[in-house]
């Protein structure tokens, strides 16, 4: 944030009525009619506000937002039936204009690569929301973080740097909600059943007493506090800034006739925290076993000093993305290589492989009140461990569609995505409808809907050594959601 409002400083010789600003609000109330396990949550409310203000400066333009998210989750189990989180964060903020032959954009930042969109193969740069999962409105869906693209050339070949001095990373639920990495229960059932797997005559009730305090205090958490353990835990193990931490990137684009093309490279962290169990403790978990009195100073001995953390490996990419028009049809292709990509393992642990990435879509819009999108994507992974969870090994297909029509004088709109996981035969869709009111205000209502043949992830040993795809973990929370939207 600081280096934002460093950017801003300089900027108050412009004109404040050459300044633009606008706000967004969006509360959106999610339903989920069946009623599959004890501990989820059968109601959400999600409000997004986001406030955004531009004006001319020196040499081009100032951009400043913010924005901020309150959620409240409802679930039918007892003493944890409601809660509430609220989350407050610096939008794209920063200037764009011109030094000297260089373009430079600088903030608080949102990166974009490649030209695909719901199965993007080349855009490796940039960082998401993933907390609501697919209920999250897209134009929330990315996460901002300090950068400064530079940029030189012309229309037919333009090239530029992208530095990241302290990184970005996704947003991730680790554990309490539908969308989480340990779902609701999940850590109370591990601490219940640990209480169990004793049976040394010394230790067996301490054991007990121990787990079952643990137990009730992680199920006594608020929704803030929680939010704040998964922040600090995703924060665990993360490198010093700028020598350690900074990331670049770049990108060389070109128009060859009527193909426009766009190479890129990365030096980069992943995007999405790996947790990391310490392997004495993660044998324990396994063989759900404790030690005896004999054996505990020799186990515990054995024991890292930071026993659950999260690590972000580093990789290198490089991508090819290309896009042209015929008649009235888009045609896109991409295709990626990642050096060490990040492969989830059984029992909090992960493994890297090198992966090759291959993406194409077609579009067509016979008017701009219809428009069709299909888009397929296969990920190939040249040395997979044999046991990874929840990715083809070694390959992993996917296909996603797209429709969109306006109606009423486009007035109503209708939407329909869906994504088809080929390798593990598990399917996601979200049809919309959407009323505009007004200039400034409209309202809109939906469902999310999943299918896979393999039941969704209930208990901890599920979450341990699921073996089905994404899609299938959290396919128990389908839901219809009412949402309104107001603009000024």
């Known amino acids: 944030m600081s280096l934002s409002w460093w950017l801003l400083l300089p900027l108050g010789t412009a004109h404040a009525n050459d300044a633009r600003a606008h706000f967004t609000l969006q509360p959106r109330v999610v339903v989920d ?9 059968v109601g959400e409310a999600w409000t997004w506000m986001r406030a955004h203000a531009t004006g001319p400066a020196k040499n081009g333009r100032w951009f400043l937002e913010v924005q901020a998210d309150y959620v409240v989750l409802m679930g039918l189990h007892e003493d944890t039936d409601l809660e509430a989180a609220t989350n407050l964060w610096m939008g794209e903020s920063g200037w764009a204009g011109d030094l000297g032959p260089v373009f430079v954009r600088a903030g608080h930042l949102v ?11 080349t855009d490796t740069i940039g960082a998401r929301d993933l907390r609501a999962g697919p209920l999250i409105p ?31 990373a996704s947003r991730v639920p680790l554990w309490g909600t539908d969308f989480s990495m340990l779902r609701q229960g999940m850590v109370e059932g591990l601490l219940a059943d640990a209480a169990t797997w004793s049976d040394d005559p010394i230790l067996a009730q301490p054991y007990q007493r121990i787990f079952s305090g643990l137990e009730d205090g992680i199920a006594a958490l608020d929704a803030q506090t929680r939010r704040g353990l998964e922040g600090a835990l995703a924060q665990t193990g993360t490198p010093r800034p700028l020598w350690e931490a900074g990331e670049v990137g770049a990108e060389v684009q070109s128009r060859l006739g009527p193909v426009d093309l766009a190479l890129t490279g990365a030096w980069i962290r992943s995007r999405v925290p790996v947790p990391q169990l310490d392997p004495t403790l993660a044998q324990l978990v396994a063989t759900q076993t404790l030690p005896a009195f004999s054996d505990i100073e020799t186990a515990l001995g054995t024991v890292d000093s930071s026993a659950l953390s999260s690590e972000r490996p580093r990789t290198l990419t490089a991508g090819l993305a290309a896009q042209t028009l015929v008649g009235a049809h888009g045609l896109r292709a991409e295709a990626n290589y990642t050096h060490a990509a990040v492969i989830p393992m059984p029992w909090f642990d992960y493994a890297q492989s090198p992966q090759w990435t291959f993406g194409a879509a077609v579009d067509r819009a ?54 088809v996981d080929l390798t593990f035969s598990e399917v996601a869709a979200q049809p919309s409808l959407r009323y505009r009111a007004s200039d400034t205000f409209d309202l809109g209502a939906g469902a999310v809907v999943f299918a896979s043949p393999t039941p969704a992830a209930v208990t901890w040993t599920d979450a341990m050594d699921y073996n089905g795809g994404l899609i299938g973990y959290s396919s128990d929370a389908d839901a219809i959601w009412l949402d309104a939207r107001w603009l000024r």
């Not at 300090?146 to 990184?167: I, Q, T, Y």
Request: charged share 25%; hydrophobic share 45%.
């Open 138 to 168: 897209l134009e929330h869906a990315r996460v901002p973080a300090p950068m400064a693209r530079l940029e030189v050339g012309e229309d037919k070949l333009r090239a530029s740097v992208l530095l990241l001095p302290f990184g970005t």
């Open 366 to 419: 016979t008017s701009t009140r219809f428009t069709v999108l299909l888009e397929g994507r296969w990920r190939h992974l040249t040395a997979p461990p044999p046991d990874a969870l929840m990715v083809g090994l070694p390959d992993h297909l996917e296909v996603a569609g797209g429709i969109r029509a306006t109606f009423a004088r486009e007035r109503l709109s209708a939407e329909l995505g869906t994504l």
């Open 33 to 41: 009619l069946a009623h599959d396990r004890p501990m989820e949550d």
């Open 111 to 121: 990166e974009r690569w490649g030209a695909m969109d719901l199965l993007p193969v």
